[in-house]
Structure formats: C-alpha cells, structure tokens
C-alpha cells in the first residue's frame, strides 16, 4: 500500500521557523497532487498549501507570505517550510497525496499521514 511519514513538527516560539517533510513511499504508480492540512481540536481540518494536479499551488490566506510548499519529484516528498510563526499556527498538521498505485491505475485515491503537532508559543 501507500505510506506517509510525517516529521519536523516541535514547539517553537512566535515568529520561529520549522520545515515539515512528508515522504511517500509504497506501491505508487502516479502521484497527482500532494498537501498538508492542519486541524485543531474541535474544528474541521483545513487545507493550508497544496500543489494541485496541475503542478500549481494553493495556499490558505491565513499563511501566505509566510509558508512555501515545496516538492521533491525524485524523492516522492513534500516539505512545508513555516516562517514568522503564529500562534494561532498550533495545530497537528497532516500530509496528504492523491495517488494511484501499480495495482490500481488508473484509480486515484487519497492517502494520509498520522499527523504533527505543531505548538507556537512563549
């Protein structure tokens, strides 16, 4: 099958930096877009930067300017890199991938990560 592996998360102070990584790995025939969202007990999980299937990316608006997404192709790995840090950025941030596998292509199906908690404050 398919297996995400999330990592980078921690605490960090306001205004901090951290990098999330994501790499995927399995029996993956294709993969057409990759994510990460993040969600706070009691709320909906959201999409905070994505690359679409079409190679473009979307951002929340609550992290642009301050949060990039970036893919490595060869490596089936997505990063996060989170800068200028907020508070209100505390949440477990998940990794998501639309993929098809060797088995089942042309279906795509959606695929995610156990999660990382990510904590901003003094």
């Known amino acids: 099958q398919v297996q995400l592996v999330e990592s980078g998360g921690g605490l960090v102070q306001p205004g901090g930096s951290l990098r999330l990584s994501c790499a995927v790995s399995?029996?993956?025939?294709?993969?057409?877009?990759m994510a990460w969202y993040r969600q706070t007990p009691g709320k909906q999980r959201e999409l905070v930067a994505a690359?679409?299937?079409?190679?473009?990316?979307n951002y929340a608006d609550s992290v642009k300017g301050r949060f990039t997404i970036v893919r490595d192709n060869a490596k089936n790995t997505v990063y996060l890199q989170m800068n200028s840090l907020k508070p209100e950025d505390t949440a477990v941030y998940y990794c998501?991938?639309?993929?098809?596998?060797?088995?089942?292509?042309?279906?795509?199906?959606?695929?995610w990560g156990q999660g990382t908690q990510v904590t901003v404050s003094s």
């Open positions: 998501n991938t639309e993929a098809s596998l060797t088995t089942t292509h042309p279906r795509v199906d959606s695929y």
């Open positions: 690359f679409t299937s079409g190679g473009k990316t």
């Open positions: 399995g029996n993956i025939f294709s993969i057409r877009a």
